[in-house]
């Protein structure tokens, strides 16, 4: 990860970001599923150009959220590079049911990409394939929607990697002994749970025998249930000696709980967040290390992929390779699943050099 300036950032990081945010259940039922674009029957053009002018939107968990707007920044920026354009357009909630309306108006206006952060992996695949069926290639970012429904999973790091490494961060810590909580995000977020599932496998191993998860709490992507949930975790195990927090909204807000309580310095938090927002955090020492991934490469590489797909430069299949502008040559794996890259970790060393 290099050093970066974002020039016209104008949400307050302060108030906490869903870089690994949450959903919520709803009642909406999937359509029958449909093949996935890498069965079709056009073959991939690798040399194919970049179509001028494609429109491609990018549709955030939830539009207020500052870590989305940095993703959909980069992929404008992006856009720009191959001649076309993104917006950002997204509920003001992170509800499943509210994305739904969106991916059908964005379909009705007939953009050539929609980019989503699924809030739930299922409740919005009947309107992500009727975008398909209409020829609107669907590209998932952040948090994934289920596979039959979008053509490409933009993917952070590697879930595996992330879950198995927020628990060896928090061990080093903590001297690999003692009670662990989590703060997640919502019950239902795909992404969260399937890091905690690798959390939970991570501290199985024989060097975690004296390490015990006692608690997953959920924030709910909120800020102040998030400060709560800190607060009642505290008080509830008293011999806690570390939290891990993979959501930006939930390690901020514990951050900011523990800074101004009797547990900074006594309890270990660690988590993914953003430089910006954690910066103070790290520098008044209520935490000493946490991790994140690059959020503007994020959007960047999402939009190009977008762009790929739209060009017939790629179906989707497993193998097929595409150039992503500065972020270089990439390869789609398993499932249209491509890896931005594995997370980097932020301490008091490094942080002043990043501003995002």
Not at 306 to 329: D, H, N, P, R, Y
Request: aromatic share 6%; glycine share 10%.
């Amino acid at each position: 990860m290099r050093p970066m300036r974002l020039a016209a950032l104008t949400a307050v990081l302060a108030l906490g970001v869903a870089a690994c945010g949450g959903t919520t259940k709803s009642s909406v039922t999937s359509a029958p599923a449909q093949p996935p674009a890498s069965s079709a029957a056009a073959a991939a053009d690798p040399d194919a150009p970049i179509k001028q002018g494609l429109k491609l939107a990018f549709l955030p968990k939830q539009i207020n959220n500052p870590y989305m707007t940095i993703v959909a920044e980069a992929g404008a920026e992006a856009a720009g590079e191959f001649q076309g354009e993104a917006k950002e357009v997204g509920p003001s909630d992170a509800s499943a049911s509210s994305q739904i309306s969106y991916i059908n108006t964005l379909t009705q206006q007939g953009h050539d990409a929609i980019l989503i952060s699924a809030n739930d992996p299922n409740a919005v695949c009947g309107p992500l394939q009727q975008a398909r069926d209409k020829g609107i290639k669907i590209v998932s970012y952040d948090s994934d929607a289920a596979p039959e429904c979008r053509d490409l999973f933009i993917n952070q790091a590697g879930s595996e990697e992330v879950g198995r490494s927020q628990v060896r961060l928090l061990a080093e810590m903590i001297g690999h002994k003692g009670e662990i909580a989590i703060l997640s995000a919502t019950a239902n977020a795909t992404n969260q749970n399937t890091w905690i599932e690798f959390m939970k496998d991570e501290l199985t191993k024989a060097e975690y025998k004296d390490m015990e998860l006692v608690k997953v709490a959920y924030g709910d992507d909120d800020d102040q249930k998030s400060f709560t949930e800190t607060q009642g975790l505290l008080q509830a195990y008293p011999d806690l000696k570390g939290i891990i927090s993979p959501t930006t909204v939930g390690v901020a807000a514990a951050a900011r709980y523990i800074s101004g309580s009797k547990y900074k310095g006594e309890v270990v938090l660690t988590g993914l967040g953003t430089p910006n927002q954690m910066r103070q955090f790290v520098k008044d020492g209520t935490v000493e290390k946490f991790a994140l991934w690059n959020p503007k490469d994020l959007g960047y590489l999402a939009s190009y992929a977008a762009a790929a797909l739209v060009s017939g430069q790629i179906t989707g299949a497993e193998g097929e390779t595409f150039k992503a502008g500065k972020l270089g040559e990439r390869t789609i794996g398993a499932k249209g699943e491509v890896i931005l890259g594995p997370p980097f970790t932020f301490e008091a060393s490094n942080i002043d050099d990043f501003d995002f």
